[in-house]
């Protein structure tokens, strides 16, 4: 397969092996001094570091930002990019910015809509989609321009990704979904995550006979549940979120002291089980404030050490 | 047609409590259907600002009146003595409407009595729901006849997000996800497959962010 950027990732999984990325949120000030200290604490066991876009719509220091912080300590990161907050000037702008720091990766989203966050009395913009976001990246990068036509002297030179919910609805277009980021421009897909795993396997099925694992690494998102409060609290509240009853009930039969370290394990099988599927080319470990436990998890996961790619 | 909504009267209270004359203006059209703004409503607004200036103290004289559209001048005729001998006036049109009113009568004071919300439909009585932003280059040949600009929370013409649940949208169980309607029309059209054809990049210089619009027939 033909190396189109300087991305770890996509060096990693091109040449055949699973790739593993992370993510941390950047905090809630101007002190850079946490995100680093995330980053240091997972980069041996991860090609690559996701940062969040002010995620769930609360006010955060920036993802370019951090990034550029990540990038300064030699860790990959990955630049998320929501298109709820910035017209297209901007998102084109941002993406030369990081480009110009070596930034190599970029995750294309809708974002959480501001309702849910700490301004939601703001107005939102979405001048353009997230899928419009993946063409504009693969149009500044492959053709050398802006959307507005003019050329680009230097392109940025990014590995596109796109999130996909395998669990939203309507179920009968998600993979058609798929389809669409993949004729888009996506790279690289990084899924919400992943509870139901006969469902998962379901959508995967179809993205299979269309081919489209052949085009696309998909990456299902791996979250271990601390306790079986947060279990019930993502069935609930959050919005797209599968979490199967069986789960909860595990998460109920074990002594609260119990619970986290019997979510790992939840997390360490989902892992276990998703490699053998076809199709899958990595995973996306998400562990929400808990990132002290992604190497226990790659570890356990069968996924260490990580390939090392010049 | 236009949805509004009447202010609290508080608010409405105090922006025209200071005047000695007021005249509360009806429209007659879009905001009567929804029973805000018609010259109905402008008698009802008319009496119980009559009875909040005697509670106060405030001596205002207040008088009512309308007509069938604030947004056309020869309407205005039979309201013209009305309004010139105003001295504040309190319209329960759209913004548009306040607006045409403000431009009539340059010394005059014009105060909204309505927040102008949207424009939709009656879903049934009393029921209006938004279905249009005016966004100038429509798309509803492309999705099934479900407006995605002014349905979706987030406006997205390549729909759903990976908020949608059960047919409703992220923001809220009371609205519906646009984009499970636009497929569910799709597919009892027959045009399923259509789905996958990704809506291009949208000129928004036909909306809001192009600035104020206007188009003009020729001949007339």
Same mark, same amino acid.
Not at chain 1, 53 to 81: F, W, Y
Not at chain 1, 122 to 136: A, E, P, R
Not at chain 1, 275 to 296: L, Q
């Given at each position: 397969?033909?190396?189109?950027?300087?991305?770890?990732?996509?060096?990693?999984?091109?040449?055949?092996?699973?790739?593993?990325?992370?993510?941390? /949120?950047?905090?809630?000030?101007?002190? =850079?001094?946490?995100?680093?200290? &995330?980053?240091?604490?997972? @980069?041996?066991?991860?090609?690559?570091?996701?940062?969040?876009?002010?995620?769930?719509?609360?006010?955060?220091?920036?993802?370019?930002?951090?990034?550029?912080?990540?990038?300064?300590?030699?860790?990959?990161?990955?630049?998320?990019?929501? $298109?709820?907050?910035?017209?297209?000037?901007?998102?084109?702008?941002?993406?030369?910015?990081?480009?110009?720091?070596?930034?190599?990766?970029?995750?294309?989203?809708?974002?959480?809509?501001?309702?849910?966050?700490?301004?939601?009395? +703001?107005?939102? $913009?979405?001048?353009?989609? +997230?899928?419009?976001?993946?063409?504009?990246?693969?149009?500044?990068?492959?053709?050398?321009?802006?959307?507005?036509?003019?050329?680009?002297?230097?392109?940025?030179?990014?590995?596109?990704?796109? *999130?996909?919910?395998?669990?939203?609805?309507?179920?009968?277009?998600?993979? =058609?979904?798929?389809?669409?980021?993949?004729?888009?421009?996506?790279?690289?897909?990084?899924?919400?995550?992943?509870?139901?795993?006969?469902?998962?396997?379901?959508?995967?099925?179809?993205?299979?006979?269309?081919?489209?694992?052949? @085009?696309?690494?998909?990456?299902?998102?791996?979250?271990?549940?601390?306790?079986?409060?947060?279990?019930?609290? #993502?069935?609930?509240?959050?919005?797209?979120?599968?979490?199967? &009853?069986?789960?909860?009930?595990?998460?109920?039969?074990?002594? @609260?002291?119990?619970?986290?370290?019997?979510?790992?394990?939840?997390?360490?099988?989902?892992?276990?089980?998703?490699?053998? $599927?076809?199709?899958?080319?990595?995973?996306?470990?998400?562990?929400?404030?808990?990132?002290?436990?992604?190497?226990?998890?790659?570890?356990?996961?069968?996924?260490?050490?990580?390939?090392?790619?010049? | 047609?236009?949805?509004?909504?009447?202010?609290?009267?508080?608010?409405?209270?105090?922006?025209?409590?200071?005047? &000695?004359?007021?005249?509360?203006?009806?429209?007659?059209?879009?905001?009567?259907?929804?029973?805000?703004?018609?010259? &109905?409503?402008?008698?009802?607004?008319?009496?119980?600002?009559? #009875?909040?200036?005697?509670?106060?103290?405030?001596?205002?004289?207040?008088?009512?009146? /309308?007509?069938?559209?604030?947004?056309?001048?020869?309407?205005?005729?039979? *309201?013209?003595?009305?309004?010139?001998?105003?001295?504040?006036?309190?319209?329960?049109?759209?913004?548009?409407?306040?607006?045409?009113? *403000?431009?009539?009568?340059?010394?005059?004071?014009?105060? =909204?009595?309505?927040?102008?919300?949207?424009?939709?439909?009656?879903?049934?009585?009393?029921?209006?729901?938004?279905?249009?932003?005016?966004?100038?280059?429509?798309?509803?040949?492309?999705?099934?006849?479900?407006?995605?600009?002014?349905?979706?929370? %987030?406006?997205?013409?390549?729909?759903?997000?990976?908020? +949608?649940?059960?047919?409703?949208?992220?923001?809220? %169980?009371?609205?519906?996800?646009?984009?499970?309607?636009? $497929?569910?029309?799709?597919?009892?059209?027959?045009?399923?497959?259509?789905?996958?054809?990704?809506?291009?990049?949208?000129?928004?210089?036909?909306?809001?962010?192009?600035?104020?619009?206007?188009?003009?027939?020729?001949?007339?």
């Amino acid at each position: 397969m033909d190396i189109k950027t300087n991305s770890k990732l996509e060096k990693i999984m091109k040449s055949g092996h699973m790739g593993v990325s992370s993510e941390c /949120g950047p905090p809630r000030s101007s002190d =850079p001094e946490g995100i680093i200290k &995330k980053g240091h604490l997972i @980069k041996d066991h991860v090609d690559c570091i996701n940062i969040t876009d002010n995620q769930t719509s609360v006010t955060r220091l920036c993802s370019l930002a951090a990034c550029i912080h990540l990038k300064n300590e030699g860790l990959e990161p990955v630049l998320q990019m929501v $298109v709820r907050d910035r017209n297209r000037i901007a998102l084109q702008s941002d993406i030369l910015g990081a480009a110009s720091f070596g930034i190599n990766n970029i995750l294309c989203l809708s974002g959480d809509h501001q309702s849910f966050g700490d301004h939601p009395n +703001s107005q939102n $913009v979405f001048d353009l989609d +997230s899928m419009q976001l993946i063409q504009t990246v693969r149009h500044m990068r492959d053709e050398g321009k802006f959307l507005g036509g003019d050329e680009i002297k230097l392109p940025p030179n990014m590995f596109v990704g796109a *999130a996909a919910n395998p669990f939203a609805d309507p179920f009968k277009i998600r993979v =058609p979904r798929l389809a669409k980021k993949v004729a888009a421009g996506a790279e690289f897909i990084q899924t919400q995550c992943v509870y139901n795993l006969d469902k998962f396997e379901l959508w995967m099925e179809g993205i299979v006979e269309r081919g489209l694992h052949e @085009k696309v690494f998909i990456m299902p998102g791996i979250t271990p549940m601390r306790s079986v409060g947060m279990a019930k609290y #993502m069935a609930r509240a959050v919005p797209g979120m599968d979490v199967p &009853k069986e789960l909860i009930d595990r998460l109920s039969g074990v002594p @609260k002291e119990k619970q986290a370290e019997e979510g790992i394990t939840i997390a360490v099988e989902a892992i276990q089980r998703l490699k053998e $599927v076809t199709g899958v080319s990595g995973f996306h470990i998400m562990a929400i404030e808990w990132e002290e436990k992604v190497p226990e998890i790659v570890e356990r996961g069968g996924l260490y050490p990580r390939p090392k790619i010049d | 047609m236009i949805v509004g909504e009447q202010k609290p009267f508080d608010e409405v209270w105090e922006m025209v409590k200071n005047h &000695k004359q007021l005249t509360v203006f009806g429209c007659n059209t879009c905001v009567a259907v929804c029973h805000q703004g018609g010259n &109905k409503e402008a008698e009802i607004l008319a009496s119980l600002l009559r #009875m909040r200036a005697t509670q106060e103290g405030v001596d205002m004289d207040i008088v009512n009146g /309308g007509i069938e559209r604030q947004c056309e001048h020869p309407f205005f005729e039979s *309201a013209q003595e009305m309004l010139e001998g105003s001295e504040a006036v309190l319209s329960l049109a759209c913004g548009i409407g306040v607006q045409f009113v *403000a431009e009539k009568y340059m010394s005059t004071p014009v105060y =909204p009595a309505l927040n102008t919300t949207f424009l939709g439909d009656v879903q049934e009585d009393g029921f209006f729901t938004e279905k249009c932003q005016a966004c100038g280059d429509c798309v509803l040949g492309l999705t099934g006849g479900i407006c995605p600009v002014s349905r979706c929370c %987030k406006r997205v013409l390549n729909g759903p997000c990976g908020g +949608s649940t059960n047919g409703k949208c992220e923001i809220s %169980k009371d609205i519906d996800c646009a984009w499970q309607l636009v $497929v569910n029309r799709l597919e009892a059209l027959g045009k399923l497959d259509d789905y996958e054809k990704i809506a291009p990049v949208k000129d928004w210089s036909k909306d809001r962010a192009g600035g104020p619009r206007s188009f003009k027939l020729e001949g007339f």
